[in-house]
């Protein structure tokens, strides 16, 4: 089927949208994005993405494409057109483009470039991957300083994740100065005589909203939990461990670096957590 996809102020087929050449987010990765999910047609904490995209933007001085209740009119709109029970939308702004490249941002006048679409994902919610659960394996994080912003460079952990798949495992997780920073499409964490431990925010890792919720029904549910810096081998030795992201929500990792964690299945804190975060999301969803 062809997608029905939003691109500056149009609805198109997926075939017939168009964005410039010299846009800077196809040459420069002068872009920011977010990914919503859907279930049950109805978007999965909206507003946490809302806030975060308006920070990507205000901290790279790019233009806010248009308000909030624009953007979540685009996104009913699109899971509507689209007929999207369980999925994803994708949004993404860039600084646009004055006609030519150039590394100076082009004037201050430039509109950005709007492109929404969707991703049909049935079973999202009752997922056979989360079943399962990961198999990580840790490599270098060399990506550059500002990772709390959510930005399309996503070159390296694209590169991670086929080191990941190359090695037999599902994904990665990344370690810079002895500790572990995140996944490569999700926030880390371990859990160890019932604690459950992940790094504090910083700019080294992105501020995700799914860790946000999380944390907060963690301590609702008497749940410890601890914001320190951990190395790889604390997660080997761990219990249970688990990444956090808006597209797999609450998922058990099972193995770091060949090492089963517990008995080699997902974790009991890791499996309630993510139970308690699907019936709460979709409780909230808009
Ligand atoms: N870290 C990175 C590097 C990510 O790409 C993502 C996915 N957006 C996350 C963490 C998780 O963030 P969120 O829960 O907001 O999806």
Redesign the pocket.
Known sequence: MTRTVYVNGEYLPETEAKVSIFDRGFLMADAVYE?TSVLGGKLIDFE??AV?LKRSLDELEMAEPCSKEELLEIHRKLVELNGIDEGLVYLQVSRGSDGDRDFVFPSEDTKPTLVLFTQNKPGLADSPAAKKGAKIISIEDIRWGR?DI?TVQ?LY?SMGKMMAKKAGADDAWMIEDGHVT??????AYFVKDGVIVTRPLSND???????KAVLRMAEEAQLKVEERLFTIEEAKAADEAFT????AFVMPVVEIDGVALGDGTPGPIAKRLREIYLEESMKEAI
């Open positions: 990914v946490g993405h975060r990772r959510k996503l952990p995140e996944g490569t499409s999700n926030n890792i992105l501020h995700g909203i799914t860790r956090t992201s808006a597209s």
